[in-house]
T-cell receptor
Framework: RKEVEQDPGPFNVPEGATVAFNCTYSNSASQSFFWYRQDCRKEPKLLMSVYSSGNEDGRFTAQLNRASQYISLLIRDSKLSDSATYLCVVNMGTGGFKTIFGAGTRLFVKA | GAGVSQSPSNKVTEKGKDVELRCDPISGHTALYWYRQSLGQGLEFLIY????????KSGLPSDRFSAERTGGSVSTLTIQRTQQEDSAVYLC??????????????FGPGTRLTVT
């Protein structure tokens, strides 16, 4: 089993749709969680950190479920510019701060 | 402020040659990571530096790969006797890595390595 697993997609949605991505992680000792966005042939960029209580940033909502070891990202009112690959990232928080990136979920938002 | 910078942005080399890739992290960031990303694939962790601690080299794919971080700042990733399968984008990231913090990583633009 991979340490961090994501549905690779692609998710094809119309503008204005709501779309949700899930990510599961295997190490219960994981301490911090993030969603990154990567555009084609570009470096990953931090989208949002995921807090235990859940957090929202505009159209984006992230949730963490430690008991079930999964993280989710909800995008409301999708825009064409949301088309990208979304990476789930888990930091083990051990002395080495080992960070594991999921393989990513591709999203295509169409007019 | 300045972000993470990497050089060169593109490197084409012949099989068997050595290459050096450079990363300048964000000033004040104590943690530095190297990753590799092949076309259409996810990020593959290579090596991690944190302050003066011994680096975590668990991701280096072979002994042809090595990395240094001088003075706790600039890092160089060296690939000896390059092979065609080394062709990829090499990404560097840095993080503040404060104990108890979230350790968000900020990436450089990457070096696209092509081995012919």
């Amino acid at each position: 089993r991979k340490e961090v697993e994501q549905d690779p997609g692609p998710f094809n949605v119309p503008e204005g749709a709501t779309v949700a991505f899930n990510c599961t992680y295997s190490n219960s000792a994981s301490q911090s969680f993030f969603w990154y966005r990567q555009d084609c042939r570009k470096e990953p960029k931090l989208l949002m950190s995921v807090y235990s209580s859940g957090n929202e940033d505009g159209r984006f909502t992230a949730q963490l479920n430690r008991a079930s070891q999964y993280i989710s990202l909800l995008i409301r009112d999708s825009k064409l510019s949301d088309s990208a690959t979304y990476l789930c990232v888990v930091n083990m928080g051990t002395g080495g701060f080992k960070t594991i990136f999921g393989a990513g979920t591709r999203l295509f938002v169409k007019a | 402020g300045a972000g993470v910078s990497q050089s060169p942005s593109n490197k084409v080399t012949e099989k068997g040659k050595d290459v050096e890739l450079r990363c300048d992290p964000i000033s004040g960031h104590t943690a530095l990571y190297w990753y590799r990303q092949s076309l259409g694939q996810g990020l593959e962790f290579l090596i991690y530096f944190q302050g003066n601690s011994a680096p975590d080299k668990s991701g280096l794919p072979s002994d042809r790969f090595s990395a240094e971080r001088t003075g706790g700042s600039v890092s160089t990733l060296t690939i000896q006797r390059t092979q065609q399968e080394d062709s990829a984008v090499y990404l560097c990231a840095s993080s503040l890595a404060v104990a108890g913090g979230l350790h968000e990583q900020y990436f450089g633009p990457g070096t696209r390595l092509t081995v012919t």
